[in-house]
């Protein structure tokens, strides 16, 4: 027993082996996943804080795996941007949604304000075809630029040069709308926000979890207050992600902010769904 200590770090974790086995297999099964489907998206609807409409939705993709069962994003979008899956794929993400997009804009009362958000991730944003692919998609989709919306995390433009941003600066002079996502957890400088060609900011779920007391941390309302009144000196508007009350939409919607994404008005779900909520919308 008292030499246990000298060979303690020869003790198994099964969890952590599992971890890693099934990260390996998972990243084998990646780009097989692609060619046969596997992929699917669902869609959350963004709402205006205001009057409460349906003004589009963010795509979020999931793998139905034949083993394991539906995977979130969180499970395989770090290892296909390691293995540079994440280029097909992400383009394969762009291509459904903006296709969805289309059908949707046939069927909303208030087409042109109806928009798809698509998640863009680093090794996207420095791919050379970015734009054209962007063009390509949209054009065979005979979808509007202004109908669609690219997500950039803040982490990803941090410290970023004039070469990482230049295509992004194409897409926005196309009407493309740049949001950026998170925004508020990596520490940028927010004069900087003047020098990127972003039209949105996506405020992380952490604000949106302190609106959550009450009464909110009132630091936390002064911060927001804060970004909301810088936001909007730029001409940008905010949208907040993870509103899971009504409290919560309420207390934003005071503070400003213009819309709103969260399991109060939806969870993530199948296309069929925004039918649903925009048709309800259009109607009453
Ligand atoms: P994100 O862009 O921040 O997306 C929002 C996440 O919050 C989604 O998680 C969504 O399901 C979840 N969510 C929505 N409403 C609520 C709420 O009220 N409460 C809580 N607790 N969570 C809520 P999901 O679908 O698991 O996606 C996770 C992340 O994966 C996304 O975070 C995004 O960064 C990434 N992702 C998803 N789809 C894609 C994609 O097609 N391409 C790339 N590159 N990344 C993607
Ligand atoms: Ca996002
Ligand atoms: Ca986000
Ligand atoms: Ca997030």
């Known amino acids: 027993a008292k030499s246990a200590g000298g060979n303690r770090f020869e003790l198994a974790d099964p969890e952590a ?8 297999g998972l990243t084998t099964a990646l780009p097989a996943a692609l060619d046969r489907g596997e992929f699917f998206i669902e869609y959350q609807p963004l709402v205006h804080l205001g009057d409460g409409s349906v ?10 795996h034949p083993q394991h069962g539906v ?5 395989f979008i770090p290892l296909a941007e390691h293995t540079g899956l994440i280029v097909p794929l992400g383009r394969w993400v762009l291509e459904q949604s903006v296709r969805q997009a289309r059908e949707w804009r046939a069927r909303h009362a208030d087409a042109e304000r109806f928009r798809i958000n698509v998640n863009l991730s680093p090794c996207q944003l420095t ?8 063009v390509d ?8 630029p202004d109908a669609l919306c690219l997500e950039v995390t803040e982490s990803a433009l941090i410290g970023a040069d004039d070469d990482l941003l230049k295509p992004l600066r194409r897409l926005a002079e196309m009407g493309v709308d740049i949001a950026l996502d998170d925004f508020g957890t990596g520490y940028s400088n927010l004069a900087n926000l003047r020098r990127l060609p972003v039209s949105i900011l996506k ?8 609106m959550q007391q009450f009464p909110a941390d009132p630091v936390d309302l002064k911060i927001v207050e804060g970004i909301v009144s810088l936001a909007h000196s730029l001409d940008l508007a905010v949208t907040v992600e993870g509103v899971e009350t009504g409290a919560q939409a309420e207390q934003l919607r005071i503070l400003g902010c213009d819309t709103a994404q969260g399991w109060y008005y939806a969870r993530p ?3 069929e769904r925004l039918h649903q909520l925009a048709l309800a919308d259009a109607t009453g």
Request: charged share 30%; net charge neutral; aromatic share 4%.
């Open 203 to 210: 405020l992380d779920r952490s604000f949106t979890q302190s």
């Open 127 to 134: 791919h050379p075809a970015l734009v054209q692919d962007t």
């Open 269 to 271: 779900g199948p296309p």
């Open 137 to 144: 998609i949209l054009e065979r989709a005979g979808v509007e």
């Open 55 to 64: 003004r589009g939705a963010e795509a979020l993709v999931r793998w139905l």
């Open 71 to 75: 995977l979130g994003p969180d499970r």
């Open 17 to 24: 082996d599992a971890r890693a086995i099934t990260r390996h």
